[in-house]
Nanobody
């Protein structure tokens, strides 16, 4: 199971850190992705970290602002979000994939490609 947390209301330009705590699976065998879905839009992949922690993927619009990391001892993945913009407002989800890498192609990151999903956490950025 995956448990996402850390969402809330933040002003534009602010920061927020999301957490995805895994249970029943071990990060060493799964890549973990963060996705988001804004009202009326499709779910999109924001970031991914490989099972080794050595490979990362970022959506172009968040590069330089978001950073994904993990704590293997806590079996938890984090998404540090800085310089937040109103367009970052969405429900954020974490997902686990048995494929251990993080491909650069956005086409890979589909909803059906993921093996496990956590519940979403709302992030609202006010202008």
């Amino acid at each position: 199971q995956l448990q996402a947390s850390g969402g809330g209301l933040v002003q534009a330009g602010g920061s927020q850190r999301l957490s995805c705590a895994a249970s029943g699976i071990t990060l060493d065998y799964y890549s973990i992705g963060w996705f988001r879905q804004a009202p009326g839009k499709e779910r999109e992949a924001v970031s991914c970290i490989s099972s080794s922690g050595g490979s990362r993927y970022y959506l172009d619009s968040v590069k330089g602002r978001f950073a994904i990391s993990r704590d293997v001892a806590k079996n938890t993945v984090f998404l540090q979000m800085n310089s937040l913009k109103p367009e970052d407002t969405a429900v954020y989800y974490c997902a686990a994939n048995k494929f251990t890498g993080c491909p650069r192609s956005t086409n890979y990151y589909t909803v059906s490609n993921q093996d496990y999903w956590g519940q979403g956490t709302q992030v609202t950025v006010s202008s």
